[in-house]
């Protein structure tokens, strides 16, 4: 089994920053391809950026294209997600995920963190 754990959410104002980090433990060494997603209130779990195990490859979400970056150091287990200029509408819970079942950018994952809170205030 794999364990994750997100952490660096918290409450910022528009136009600010923040960097998530995603930690995993147990059998890291199946890890492959990783992903965010985020779910606001009342709304599905949608994609926000994924990267393959090696990180030549990197996916975004039109939304969040040119202000957020997604990178892995795997000798430390630990994906991040720098978010720049954030707005209100990316109010959300963020989830990081691992080892997706079918295409990187749906959210079909084997495993799952519980989520870190993000708002921005206008």
């Known amino acids: 089994q794999v364990q994750l754990a997100e952490s660096g959410g918290g409450l910022v104002q528009a136009g600010g920053s923040l960097r998530l980090s995603c930690a995993a433990s147990?059998?890291?060494?199946?890890?492959?391809?990783m992903g965010w997603f985020r779910q606001a209130p009342g709304k599905g779990r949608e994609f926000v950026a994924a990267?393959?195990?090696?990180?030549?490859?990197?996916y975004y979400a039109d939304s969040v294209k040119g202000r957020f970056t997604i990178s892995r150091d795997n000798a430390k287990n630990t994906v991040y997600l720098q978010m720049n200029s954030l707005k209100p509408e990316d109010t959300a819970i963020y989830y990081c995920?691992?080892?997706?079942?079918?295409?990187?950018?749906?959210?079909?994952?084997?495993?799952w963190g519980q989520g870190t809170q993000v708002t921005v205030s206008s």
């Open positions: 995920a691992a080892n997706p079942q079918v295409v990187i950018t749906t959210a079909r994952y084997d495993y």
């Open positions: 990267i393959t195990w090696s990180a030549r490859s990197t």
């Open positions: 147990g059998r890291t060494f199946s890890i492959n391809d």
